[in-house]
């Protein structure tokens, strides 16, 4: 049974940093493109970024480039979102999600992460 199990979120002021996890189970996340996507109050989704371990490929929202770092632990099965210099705009419910490849995607229960200003 495929699992992704997102933690780390919280409260954090303008500025400052958080590390989200996503734990995987039932599959290897080296085998597929893994994504992080949010969802702000009041507003749809948008896409952060994605990570490929198998063909080394990453990529970035420009609203994130050059601040969040996306890495995946293939030893734990864990992906991972270093946010750093964290702002207003960022807050919003973070969510791990699984691209299938089949044109469906799993998705994680999310976590919270609130930026002060």
């Known amino acids: 049974q495929v699992q992704l199990v997102e933690s780390g979120g919280g409260l954090v002021q303008s500025g400052g940093s958080l590390r989200l996890s996503c734990g995987a189970s039932?599959?290897?996340?080296?085998?597929?493109?893994m994504n992080w996507v949010r969802q702000a109050p009041g507003k749809g989704l948008e896409w952060v970024s994605a990570i490929n371990s198998g063909s080394r490929l990453i990529a970035y929202a420009d609203s994130v480039k050059g601040r969040f770092t996306i890495s995946i632990d293939n030893a734990k099965n864990t992906l991972w979102l270093e946010m750093n210099s964290l702002k207003s705009d960022d807050t919003a419910i973070y969510y791990c999600?699984?691209?299938?490849?089949?044109?469906?995607?799993?998705w994680g229960q999310g976590t919270q992460v609130t930026v002060s200003s």
């Open positions: 999600v699984r691209d299938t490849g089949g044109l469906s995607f799993d």
């Open positions: 039932g599959f290897s996340l080296r085998n597929y493109w």
